[in-house]
């Protein structure tokens, strides 16, 4: 009977042992963390694209019973002196900003300093109505060749690494525009020129996408509006020896805007990682 029981003994202390042993082999592994790309820090790049634009340079003058021009012949002027210009070219620049990703959402703060290229030129020329076929030409030429923008960005992610976002804010540029007036009466001229550094407006949209290591690539559309400048001038000369009409005055004025759409690389320098299993 000892026997017996010592047997069963051993077989039940066996198969426990057994039981144990499979019971500390099975185990599970805590998940591996994962870093989460965040889009809060401070970045710097740089951009090249083209800029499609338009300016509408004017050029107008007044009547005076002392001065140089008959009356019909001032609608005249001012008709041909509303002119307007086309232009386009390669732009591109450096960009520096930081951003702020909460939850799904990307707030910005973005600035950029770009050469620019706008430049353009137009002229037309009409008969006195008095006084043909003696005539007269205006011409005109407007250019800008450096814009910045100071901008806020607003976006959401369309995956983590992608951002679509809106943008808009202050668009600075020194707009240069020359004029000029003459006419085959009496060898008339006149000239006057704008020098402005204009505060305007821009807003677009863009796109951008991380890729690792802090790097992210976007693309942009922006249209800028730089408002109009004007200036006046009573510098109006004919006849030789010369004679002043500084009663006709002369007013000049020129209005730009444009459409950018452009490629850019960012780098941001630092930024939180977020974990996430």
């Known amino acids: 009977m000892k026997k017996i029981l010592l047997a069963v003994a051993s077989l039940v202390l066996g198969a426990a042992s057994v039981q144990a042993a499979d019971l500390a082999a099975q185990y599970t592994k805590a998940p591996v963390m994962a870093a989460a790309y965040n889009w809060t820090g ?5 951009t090249v694209g083209g800029q499609w634009g338009s300016a509408d340079p004017t050029t107008s003058t007044v009547f005076s019973p002392t001065g140089y021009f008959a009356a019909s012949s001032v609608p005249a002027i001012n008709t041909v002196g509303a002119q307007g ?31 620019f290229g706008f430049k353009g030129s137009a002229s037309g020329s009409a008969l006195y109505p008095c006084c043909a076929p003696t005539g007269f030409t205006v011409s005109s030429s407007v ?23 809106a943008t808009g804010g202050a668009a600075i540029a020194e707009v240069k525009a020359n004029f000029n ?51 006046t001038s009573t510098n109006l000369a004919a006849f030789v020896p010369a004679v002043a009409f500084p009663s006709n ?20 320098f630092g930024g939180p990682v977020v974990a996430r299993y």
């Open 181 to 231: 007036f003459t006419d085959t009466f009496a060898a008339a001229t006149e000239s006057a020129a704008i020098r402005d550094t204009r505060v305007g407006w821009t807003a677009g949209v863009g796109t951008e996408y991380a890729f690792g290591g802090g790097w992210s690539l976007k693309a942009e559309y922006l249209y800028v509006d730089l408002g109009r400048a004007s200036t």
């Open 42 to 46: 401070f970045y710097v790049g740089g």
């Open 143 to 165: 250019s800008a060749d450096w814009l910045a923008t100071i901008r806020g960005r607003i976006g959401f992610l369309a995956a983590p690494t992608w951002l679509l976002y």
């Open 85 to 115: 210009l086309n232009s386009s070219s390669v732009t591109g620049g450096f960009t520096a900003g930081y951003n702020w990703q909460v939850n799904h959402a990307v707030l910005g703060l973005e600035g950029d300093i770009n050469y």
């Open 249 to 268: 005055v002369y007013t000049h004025s020129v209005d730009l805007k444009s459409n950018i759409v452009r490629v850019g690389v960012n780098y941001k």
